[in-house]
Nanobody
Framework: QVQLVESGGGLVQAGGSLRLSCAASGRSFTQYTMGWFRQAPGKEREFVAA????????EYADSVKGRFTITRDNSKNMVYLQMNSLKPEDTAVYYCAADRLYVVYWTTSGTYAYWGQGTQVTVSS
């Protein structure tokens, strides 16, 4: 079992930056792929980024490549999402997710067993 708690969301102007954090508790954190997903009102939950258990490899949605960076600190059971050059279309609730997954499954939300409660990110134009 893994418990996940996100933090760091908020209101930011377009072009600004935020760093989301995900604190994980439970056993075997280092065995899990960690992912970030987001869901905007009226839309499906979509993949944002994922990172392997050893901090590599990483995977990003095309919409955030070059702007977002996912990292993890296994010594602290933490995962981070650095978001730069934010756009209004990045507005959503951002969720942290975890599971033991092959890379081919990383972008599919249904393959993750463990989820946080989400943190709201709002980007104003």
């Amino acid at each position: 079992q893994v418990q996940l708690v996100e933090s760091g969301g908020g209101l930011v102007q377009a072009g600004g930056s935020l760093r989301l954090s995900c604190a994980a508790s439970g056993r075997s954190f280092t065995q899990y792929t960690m992912g970030w997903f987001r869901q905007a009102p009226g839309k499906e939950r979509e993949f944002v980024a994922a990172i392997g258990w050893s901090a590599a490899p990483t995977e990003y949605a095309d919409s955030v490549k070059g702007r977002f960076t996912i990292t993890r600190d296994n010594s602290k059971n933490m995962v981070y999402l650095q978001m730069n050059s934010l756009k209004p279309e990045d507005t959503a609730v951002y969720y942290c997710a975890a599971d033991r997954l092959y890379v081919v499954y990383w972008t599919t939300s249904g393959t993750y067993a463990y989820w946080g409660q989400g943190t709201q990110v709002t980007v104003s134009s």
